[in-house]
């Protein structure tokens, strides 16, 4: 069972333009949702979060949108330039008691990013 | 010091070795985690250590046996591998108190011949 869903593999932007990238999930019990951007031979950068009560959290050129009744959250990069090009990940964290607690992530499958100059 | 650094960063083994993946931060994070990532697949949670305890362990197989000698590092033994466990093995910490935000490192890209 996917809980995290990105179903666009891919994305192509022309730079200065704006870059949405979605992602569904299953899960209501997500505490907060948080977008990661990978580039190749690295790992996963934190880029932003929002706690699951909130519905917009604004950070530089990056937004994201939580809409709680879809199931649904997006990223808006505004504008984007070709340094944005690389895969992102939506994440779910859930809070698991399991010793001195730890917030699991589940992933999304992820989206590739092209920025076109 | 504001990162996650791993060793090696490639790996190939063979399917009677025994090797170890090192994983060490000093950002004073009490929560560390090794995930599996596979092509084209999203990270999978393997194992997480809380206060140098394993508090959570995803039903991997023994062949995997994680390690936490101290706050700053974690290591991922390995032996008996399959050529199905060749992967992207990333290790990821966390500041204390319930902070959800991972920070990851580079990862050792694996591969079982």
């Known amino acids: 069972d996917q809980q995290v869903k990105q179903n666009s593999p891919s994305l192509s932007v022309q730079e200065g333009r704006i870059s949405i990238l979605n992602c569904d999930y299953t899960?209501?019990?997500?505490?907060?949702f948080l977008w990661y951007k990978k580039y190749p031979a690295e790992g996963p950068t934190f880029l932003i979060s929002?706690?699951?009560?909130?519905d917009k959290n604004e950070d530089g050129r990056f937004t994201v949108f939580l809409n709680k009744s879809a199931k649904h959250l997006s990223l808006h990069i505004v504008p984007s330039q070709p340094g944005d090009s690389a895969v992102y990940f939506c994440?779910?964290?859930?809070?698991?008691?399991?010793?001195?607690?730890?917030?699991?992530?589940?992933f999304g499958k992820g989206t590739k990013l092209s920025v076109i100059p | 010091d504001t990162e996650v650094t791993q060793t090696p960063k490639h790996l190939v083994m063979g399917m009677t070795n025994k090797k170890s993946l090192k994983c060490e931060q000093h950002?004073?994070?009490?929560?560390m985690y090794w995930y599996k990532q596979k092509a084209k697949k999203p990270p999978e949670l393997m194992f997480v250590?809380?206060?140098?305890?394993?508090?959570i362990n995803e039903s991997v197989p023994s062949r995997f046996s994680p390690e936490c000698p101290n706050s700053s590092l974690l290591n991922l033994h390995l032996h008996a591998l399959q050529p199905e466990d060749s992967a992207l093995y990333l290790c990821?910490?966390?500041?204390?108190?319930?902070?959800?935000?991972?920070?990851f490192g580079p990862g050792t890209r694996l591969t079982v011949t």
């Open positions: 994440a779910g964290a859930l809070w698991r008691r399991s010793g001195a607690g730890s917030y699991q992530l589940t």
């Open positions: 899960n209501s019990m997500f505490d907060y």
């Open positions: 950002m004073g994070h009490r929560a």
């Open positions: 990821a910490s966390s500041p204390p108190q319930g902070t959800y935000e991972q920070y």
């Open positions: 929002i706690s699951s009560i909130k």
């Open positions: 250590y809380s206060y140098e305890k394993l508090s």
